[in-house]
Each structure stands twice: as structure tokens, then as C-alpha cells.
């Protein structure tokens, strides 16, 4: 089992950055798959991206290729997620969450662990 604890987010002007951290407690958590998603008032949760337990492999959401990070520090238990060029459209509660394989990791409900959320907020 893992718990997660999301911190970074805050107020930034289109064009900015933010960087996004995921504490995860337990000697287990190298072992598992890790996702950011995001949810905006009124709208579905919504995959972000995702990264292997290594690091070795990452996932984006077209949305946010070329714009957004996720990278992982196993020796910190933390899970990051670098937001550049930051557009109003990306302001949304983000969540970190855990699973245990790579299989479907755009779909929310495959992860068995979550975070409680960071606000982020895009001004234009």
C-alpha cells in the first residue's frame, strides 16, 4: 500500500511553469506505475501523463506533449510533473496516483492509490 501527497500547485500567469510534486510513503513505491491527472469544475478526470517504475518510459496526453514533464525520483519516493507554457485551459485540480502495471495507464480507473489533489490555476 502507498499514500500519496501532491504539493506545487498554485496561481501562475498563461506562459509560466509550475512543477509538480507526488510524495508517496512505503519501501514499495520504486515498484509502481505512477500517473498524473488532472479535473476541471464540471468535467471528467482526465489522464495527464504516466511513467514505469523506472523511469524508462513516459506517457502523454496530447494536450500536453512538449509542454509538460512527469519524472520520478525513487531514491525520494516522489513523482514530478514539469508544466511549461502553461494555457488557462490547463487549470484543474491534479492528482497523482499509483498502479502496479503499465497496462492502460491513461485510464483513471486501472490505479489502485491516489493523492488528494493540488490546485492549479492559469490566469490569462
Known amino acids: 500500500q502507498v499514500q500519496l501527497v501532491e504539493s506545487g500547485g498554485g496561481l501562475v500567469q498563461a506562459g509560466g511553469s509550475l512543477r509538480l510534486s507526488c510524495a508517496g510513503s512505503?519501501?514499495?513505491?520504486?515498484?509502481?506505475?505512477m500517473g498524473w491527472f488532472r479535473q476541471a469544475p464540471g468535467k471528467e478526470r482526465e489522464f495527464v501523463a504516466a511513467?514505469?517504475?523506472?523511469?524508462?518510459?513516459?506517457y502523454y496526453a496530447d494536450s500536453v506533449k512538449g509542454r509538460f514533464t512527469i519524472s520520478r525520483d525513487n531514491a525520494k519516493n516522489t513523482v514530478y510533473l514539469q508544466m511549461n507554457s502553461l494555457k488557462p485551459e490547463d487549470t484543474a485540480v491534479y492528482y497523482c496516483?499509483?498502479?502496479?502495471?503499465?497496462?492502460?495507464?491513461?485510464?483513471?480507473?486501472?490505479?489502485?492509490?491516489w493523492g488528494q489533489g493540488t490546485q492549479v490555476t492559469v490566469s490569462s
Open positions: 511513467i514505469s517504475w523506472n523511469g524508462g518510459s513516459t
Open positions: 496516483a499509483a498502479k502496479s502495471t503499465l497496462v492502460n495507464a491513461q485510464r483513471a480507473i486501472e490505479y489502485d492509490y
Open positions: 512505503g519501501r514499495t513505491f520504486s515498484s509502481y506505475v
